[in-house]
């Protein structure tokens, strides 16, 4: 049930990516491109503090209920809501559906798995999640071409409908639990973050820098190459994600978080140089794979690895913490290439070779890590 509801909560909200730039461009907003994925993610963070604490407090199931209900309300709204300034606040509140939901998941199913089982069963309910990363492109601009943007954030709205449903039937996980009170919402510096496991924080934000210049830049970059589906990005590299995602956690639970994490951000500089490089339809695809591969390494692992160092009665707020850092880094790469890119194809590649040598920090703290993990066993 868990995995049946990340599908469809995932596929709601990416099935818009693809068209969204178009869109905000057909509104007369095509300056604020970069806004698209930076505004959705500025809320998303935000508001992972008020998740974590309401997820370890009230519960997993309300919050999760909560980030699908967001999704369904902003897919009726798009239609309704059709000015450029509509279009940015619309964005800002959809960000609060990934601020809830991912956080009260995967705090979720750590609780109902055991703990020599985390990396796998992270990697599952990923590998849903990333089922629907691959769907919702795809669909999304499917129904774009042959139907309408309406009919495309209408089905985005029943998506999310359906995943709220699914939840609903879930049986609550935290005890004992509190009723929520609005003092639940008053946030100290305590609250947000989780000093235990900054070090999975700090390499999951190097890691997510790079797929928000991927959110901003590929439907462009994609056009640029003559690939009529915008989505086809984003369907070969969840695929290619897929099976990594489940193997990639099992093995994190066998051989350990580092080395997997390691490999994967090696994966992931290289793809983003190839990606960069694309001047073809061929070379464009074996980035897309090896992107899928690097990152279906290092999700379920990152994920894992954060449980790990979390305490138990505060799991939600190290997830969060956890998200918070996802986000940001998101965000900051959708921002800086959307300012940097200004339309002019020209630059996109250089976006792309910027995320690379961000991703290759991650590496060589990760390395760092190794050794000194490997000295401190030796002495």
Not at 15 to 34: D, F, N, V
Not at 181 to 186: D, S
Request: proline share 3%; net charge positive; aromatic share 12%.
């Amino acid at each position: 049930m868990v995995c049946s509801s990340s599908l469809l909560f995932s596929a709601s909200y990416n099935m818009l990516i693809p068209e969204l730039p178009a869109y905000l461009s057909s509104l007369g907003g095509a300056k604020y491109i970069g806004l698209i994925i930076a505004l959705f993610t500025l809320t998303a963070g935000i508001s992972r503090p008020f998740s974590g604490r309401i997820t370890d407090t009230v519960g997993r199931v309300p919050v999760m209920v909560f980030g699908a209900l967001v999704c369904v309300l902003c897919g009726m709204l798009y239609p309704v809501l059709n000015t450029v300034v509509g279009f940015l606040l619309l964005r800002l509140l959809h960000g609060f559906s990934t601020g809830f939901k991912p956080t009260a998941t995967s705090a979720y199913v750590a609780d109902i798995t055991p703990q020599r089982s985390w990396g796998e069963a992270i990697g599952m309910q990923s590998l849903f999640y990333s089922t629907g990363m691959a769907v919702g492109p795809a669909v999304g601009s499917f129904i774009k071409m042959n139907y309408s943007y309406n009919t495309l954030f209408y089905l985005s709205s029943a998506c999310a409908f359906l995943s709220m449903l699914i939840i609903l039937n879930m049986k609550e996980t935290l005890e004992p639990k509190k009723k929520f009170t609005w003092k639940l919402l008053k946030i100290t510096r305590r609250d947000i973050i989780a000093i235990e496991v900054l070090p999975a924080a700090l390499v999951t934000f190097l890691c997510y820098v790079s797929y928000g210049v991927m959110l901003t830049l590929i439907p462009d970059w994609t056009t640029n190459l003559g690939i009529a589906n915008k989505g086809l990005f984003f369907i070969v590299f969840t695929i290619s994600s897929l099976i990594i995602r489940f193997i990639g956690g099992k093995a994190s639970d066998k051989y350990g978080r580092t080395v997997v994490i390691t490999l994967g951000l090696i994966v992931l500089a290289i793809a983003v140089i190839v990606i960069g490089m694309a001047t073809s339809y061929v070379l464009f695809i074996v980035g897309a794979i090896l992107y899928g591969i690097g990152m279906g390494g290092l999700t379920p692992s990152l994920n894992a690895w954060t449980i790990d160092m979390s305490k138990a009665e505060a799991r939600g707020k190290a997830m969060a913490t956890m998200y918070i850092a996802l986000e940001a880094g998101i965000g900051i790469g959708a921002l800086f290439s959307g300012w940097y890119y200004q339309t002019t194809i020209e630059r996109i590649p250089n976006a792309f070779y910027a995320s690379s040598i961000i991703a290759i920090i991650g590496l060589v703290y990760m390395l760092r890590k190794i050794s000194v993990t490997k000295n401190n066993i030796h002495k």
